[in-house]
């Protein structure tokens, strides 16, 4: 099943891999015209390659001063318009709260949290002037369970959740919905990181006993991001096998 | 060229859907014109698009007629 996006510009942060590369393909496949980011130029060569033809890849750091004004205003430029805005870009910097460095701490906030809200700045003014526009933003289950060790990235992924929620009543009446997709643990490099004590520990909370698969977040956020989701706003939809359910 | 005053009610009548004759001098977007205060917000951003100008946000407030909304821009366009 892939959605309808004919005509449609999608831009998706953080799409070189893993889960941001599954959507940014989702939405290729349903004919959007699709710009991934990246945060080097080999990045975003590998984003064009991959999109081959139904879009490209372009670099951006989401915590430079002014990158994503200046992206997304060329972006505004040269497609007249952004219909969907998939916050997808994310890192980790774990530690016990107790070792925790400041540069952690900010670092986390900044690319995971802050970065959303200059991402949604920058579009909604062209998307509430279009009457239409989908923004999905990428949270964590654990942005709702908390994980030890990851108190930067539960506060981020908590926060995003809240935001999108009031970011959803401010703008719904122009016909911009916000919602967030909540993964689990999903297949990608992101939780190859994680330690084999922590990995333990999470596959037995895990009902479906498995990892989730990227292409496995990028139906839901193709769904939200539909034209038949218009009704949906401020929701979070968990994908993560049954291991949390709000 | 068209004036000032002309320029701001075509806004007006743009940004809040309203007719040209309700966009009377003492109107107010919020009591006459069927504004929200989200519109509000995008009438005066729009405003500062226009006329290439910043409104701070404590001088935006006071922004809530047809008229004030000329009276502002003419005092602050060069």
């Not at chain 2, 729009?46 to 100008?53: R, V």
């Given at each position: 099943?892939?959605?309808?996006?004919?005509?449609?510009?999608?831009l998706?942060t953080g799409?070189?891999?893993?889960?941001?590369k599954?959507i940014?393909?989702?939405?290729?496949a349903?004919?959007?015209?699709?710009?991934g980011?990246?945060?080097?130029?080999?990045?975003?060569?590998a984003?064009?390659?991959y999109?081959?033809?139904?879009?490209?890849g372009?670099?951006?750091?989401?915590?430079?001063?002014?990158?994503?004004?200046?992206?997304?205003?060329?972006?505004?430029?040269?497609?007249?318009?952004i219909?969907?805005?998939?916050?997808?870009?994310?890192?980790?910097r774990?530690?016990?709260?107790?070792?925790?460095?400041?540069?952690?701490?900010?670092s986390?906030?900044?690319?995971?949290?802050?970065?959303?809200?200059?991402?949604?700045?920058a579009?909604?003014?062209?998307?509430?002037?279009?009457?239409?526009?989908?923004?999905?933003n990428?949270?964590?289950?654990?942005?709702?369970?908390?994980n030890?060790?990851?108190?930067?990235?539960?506060?981020?992924?908590?926060?995003?959740?809240?935001?999108?929620?009031?970011?959803?009543k401010?703008?719904?009446?122009?016909?911009v919905t916000?919602?967030?997709?909540?993964?689990?643990?999903?297949?990608t490099?992101?939780?190859k990181?994680?330690?084999?004590?922590?990995?333990?520990?999470?596959?037995e909370?895990?009902?479906?006993?498995?990892?989730?698969?990227?292409?496995?977040i990028?139906?839901?956020?193709?769904?939200?991001?539909?034209?038949?989701?218009?009704?949906?706003?401020?929701?979070?939809?968990?994908?993560?096998?049954?291991?949390?359910?709000? | 060229?068209?004036?000032i005053?002309?320029?701001?009610?075509k806004?007006?009548?743009?940004?809040?859907?309203?007719?040209?004759?309700e966009?009377?001098?003492?109107?107010s977007?919020?009591?006459?014109?069927?504004?929200?205060?989200?519109?509000?917000?995008?009438?005066?951003?729009?405003l500062?698009e226009?006329?290439?100008?910043?409104?701070?946000?404590?001088?935006?407030?006071?922004?809530?007629?047809?008229q004030?909304?000329?009276d502002?821009?003419?005092?602050?366009?060069?």
């Amino acid at each position: 099943m892939s959605n309808s996006f004919a005509g449609q510009v999608a831009l998706v942060t953080g799409a070189t891999r893993g889960i941001g590369k599954a959507i940014a393909e989702a939405f290729a496949a349903g004919g959007a015209t699709v710009i991934g980011t990246a945060t080097s130029e080999s990045g975003a060569a590998a984003i064009s390659e991959y999109l081959n033809g139904n879009g490209r890849g372009c670099v951006l750091n989401v915590t430079a001063e002014g990158a994503i004004d200046a992206l997304v205003s060329d972006l505004q430029k040269e497609f007249g318009k952004i219909d969907i805005l998939v916050n997808n870009a994310g890192i980790t910097r774990d530690n016990l709260l107790m070792r925790m460095k400041d540069d952690e701490w900010n670092s986390v906030i900044d690319t995971n949290l802050t970065a959303v809200y200059k991402m949604c700045k920058a579009v909604m003014r062209g998307m509430m002037k279009n009457r239409y526009g989908r923004i999905v933003n990428i949270g964590s289950v654990v942005g709702t369970t908390g994980n030890p060790g990851q108190a930067n990235y539960c506060a981020a992924k908590a926060g995003l959740i809240g935001f999108t929620k009031a970011l959803a009543k401010e703008i719904a009446s122009r016909g911009v919905t916000v919602n967030a997709v909540a993964p689990g643990f999903i297949d990608t490099d992101m939780t190859k990181a994680l330690t084999d004590e922590q990995r333990e520990r999470i596959f037995e909370t895990i009902p479906a006993a498995r990892l989730g698969k990227p292409e496995e977040i990028a139906a839901a956020v193709s769904f939200l991001a539909s034209e038949q989701a218009g009704y949906i706003t401020g929701e979070t939809i968990h994908v993560n096998g049954g291991m949390s359910m709000v | 060229m068209s004036t000032i005053e002309e320029r701001v009610k075509k806004i007006i009548i743009e940004q809040l859907g309203v007719k040209e004759e309700e966009v009377k001098p003492e109107a107010s977007f919020e009591n006459d014109l069927g504004a929200d205060s989200l519109d509000t917000v995008e009438l005066v951003m729009a405003l500062e698009e226009e006329f290439e100008t910043e409104i701070p946000d404590e001088e935006a407030e006071k922004i809530r007629t047809v008229q004030a909304a000329i009276d502002y821009i003419n005092k602050h366009s060069a």
